[in-house]
């Protein structure tokens, strides 16, 4: 087993991210998601679901002075997430709880954030579902301890009304992605397609709805990630910038 690393977070000069490479290593869709998600003034509390070694909290901080929480269910990659924010001193803002996000209500009452982000496990689970040995990576990629409905029936509780939900997910589950938004009186206001190459189809999307929010949807122009020599597009390193 590698050892755990600390690596520069993507785009962001002086910060740093704690990772164990045997388990696995944040995504460009963690760095998108918290540049994507609306913040305004008037945001005091913002929970991230699923936080993994805590890069989007890490991000979300360079945008706002809300608190920000972050739920881990696992152990070990809690304990790269505490690293990682003590690393960046960023002790006064950030906290990580380790727990299921399924027991949030010993944590928080009903409506307390303003806003909830989501970098979810992608994948459904069934017989058919080719796991991998390592536990670690099961959990985070497929919907083994968290499933999609589990998080919009989670958001639909302990958003404020007008409350804001953002998630990245893959594109090819966006219709049920915006089915159970509806389910969850969480209307889906912004969408942007992120595509892995020209000439690609999309594969991911960025998606935000409002609670209790009046119909009229956005769709953002959409984002090509890689040259075909693979490195970052000029967009994303726009982005970055």
């Known amino acids: 087993m590698k050892m755990k690393v600390i690596n520069d977070l993507i785009g962001y000069k002086n910060m740093k991210v704690v990772q164990n490479p045997d388990w696995f290593s944040f995504s460009l869709d963690s760095v998108l998601l918290p540049r994507f998600v609306t913040l ?30 972050g739920v881990e269910i696992q152990n070990d990659i809690y304990n790269l997430a505490v690293e990682t924010i003590n690393i960046n001193k960023l002790e006064s803002q950030i906290k990580i709880i380790n727990d299921d996000i ?14 909830i982000v989501s970098n979810p496990p992608y994948f459904k689970l069934n017989e ?33 009304n007008d409350g804001v939900l953002a998630i990245v997910h893959r594109s090819d589950r966006l219709i049920e992605i915006i089915e159970l938004f509806r389910k969850y009186k969480i209307e889906p ?10 000439n690609a189809e999309a594969n991911i999307v960025l998606i935000e709805g ?6 009229g949807l956005k769709v953002l122009h959409p ?6 020599d693979g490195s970052y597009s000029k967009e994303i390193t726009n982005y970055f910038s």
């Open 40 to 69: 305004n003034k008037e945001v005091k509390n913002i929970l991230d679901i699923g936080t993994g070694n805590a890069p989007i909290p890490l991000i979300l901080s360079t945008r706002t002075n809300a608190n920000i929480y």
């Open 102 to 115: 399924k027991n949030i209500g010993q944590h928080f009452k009903s409506g307390f954030f303003d806003v």
């Open 128 to 160: 058919k579902t080719r796991k991998n040995d390592d536990i670690h990576k099961t959990i985070a990629r497929h919907e083994l301890k968290l499933n999609l409905e589990d998080i919009l029936k989670l958001a639909g509780v302990y958003l404020k």
């Open 189 to 198: 206001k912004r969408i942007q397609l992120i595509y892995p190459k020209e």
């Open 210 to 215: 409002r609670k209790g929010g009046k119909p």
């Open 223 to 228: 984002i090509i990630a890689h040259n075909t």
